[in-house]
């Protein structure tokens, strides 16, 4: 069964870089089937895409974010990583990694998630 | 602004059927990719209800089910039970985006 667990502050300051990772267990980043995401979800409202990286370390970022985002891989660790630069109270939200799985060229959906973490920004 | 469209809520009465409805456009639905329906409970991490339009991953009832149509999807709920109370995310790919896009999640009320 696969798991993903997200680590890292839950508190950054304004202007400051916000650092997660995701630790995946019970499966392999190496593997060629899939892309691994981050998605975040302010309090009370809805989910967002943040951004993907494939095994290559290939990545693509919501064009909202890109500017201020960079995910990259850790393949001997089985880690992935986010980083977002200048963060605002804005950025504030339960941060969620996710497996996304490709079903056909058409199907694109992310079948194990992480329980997520809360990062507050705030001074 | 959510990319999908939907209804902010819906409420049945147990036993029930509802419908939660997922409208995007011709730069996702419409061009053809597939929605993925998503039920989050309170306090947890959405867990995948619906994928590939119609598909149920195992473990999840039958009284849950999806549908597409152009530019729209649908999710449908039978049976409603105390239970189904939560929020649901539909989700599909964008080409213009080059990533995937959510809807801004339906609250389900149990009544």
């Known amino acids: 069964q696969v798991q993903l667990q997200e680590s890292g502050p839950g508190l950054v300051k304004p202007s400051q870089t916000l650092s997660l990772t995701c630790t995946v267990s019970g499966g392999s980043l190496s593997s060629l089937s899939y892309y691994w995401n981050w998605i975040r979800q302010p309090a009370g409202k809805g989910l967002e895409w943040i951004g993907r990286?494939?095994?290559?370390?290939?990545?693509n970022y919501n064009p909202s974010l890109k500017s201020r985002v960079t995910i990259s891989v850790d393949t001997s660790k089985n880690q992935f990583s986010l980083k977002l630069s200048s963060v605002t109270a804005a950025d504030t939200a339960v941060y969620y990694c996710?497996?996304?799985?490709?079903?056909?060229?058409?199907?694109?959906?992310?079948?194990?998630w992480g329980q997520g973490t809360l990062v507050t920004v705030s001074s | 602004q959510s990319v999908l469209t939907q209804p902010p809520s819906v409420s049945g009465a147990p036993g029930q059927r509802v419908t939660i409805s997922c409208t995007g456009s011709?730069?996702?639905?419409?061009?053809?990719?597939?929605v993925h329906w998503y039920q989050q409970l309170p306090v947890t991490a959405p867990k995948l209800l619906i994928y590939g339009n119609s598909n149920r991953p195992s473990g999840v009832p039958d009284r849950f089910s999806g549908s597409k149509s152009g530019t729209s999807a649908s999710l449908a709920i039978t049976g409603l039970q105390a239970e189904d109370e939560a929020d649901y995310y539909c989700q599909s790919y964008d080409s213009s985006l080059s990533g995937s896009v959510f809807g801004g999640g339906t609250k389900l009320t149990v009544l």
């Open positions: 011709s730069s996702n639905i419409g061009a053809g990719y597939d």
């Open positions: 990286i494939y095994t290559s370390g290939s990545t």
């Open positions: 996710a497996r996304r799985t490709r079903s056909g060229s058409w199907s694109y959906f992310f079948d194990y």
